[in-house]
């Protein structure tokens, strides 16, 4: 009994993996695994660039909003 919505699938018949409709136990590409890493932690480099940003962008809009009042 098709889905409604659902009742299309598009399909590769040149590639068994990805014409195979039959449900997997696991989810394709190990989504599911866990990693363990040992060592440093990546630093994020985003953090640091927002907490200059942001000063240097109240110091310009200060400076821009006492320019247009003077």
């Keep these: 009994m098709p889905v409604p919505g659902y009742d ?4 590769n018949l040149l590639d068994p993996n990805e014409s195979n409709l039959i449900p ?3 989810p ?3 989504i599911g695994d866990t ?3 040992t060592g440093r932690a990546r630093v994020e480099l985003w953090w640091w660039l927002a907490a200059l940003a942001v000063p ?3 110091v310009e809009w200060f400076v ?3 320019r247009v009042h003077l």
């Design 56 to 58: 240097l962008l109240l």
């Design 24 to 26: 997997s136990a696991q």
């Design 8 to 11: 299309k699938l598009a399909v």
């Design 28 to 30: 394709p590409g190990d």
């Design 64 to 66: 821009y909003t006492r």
């Design 35 to 37: 990693q363990v890493t």
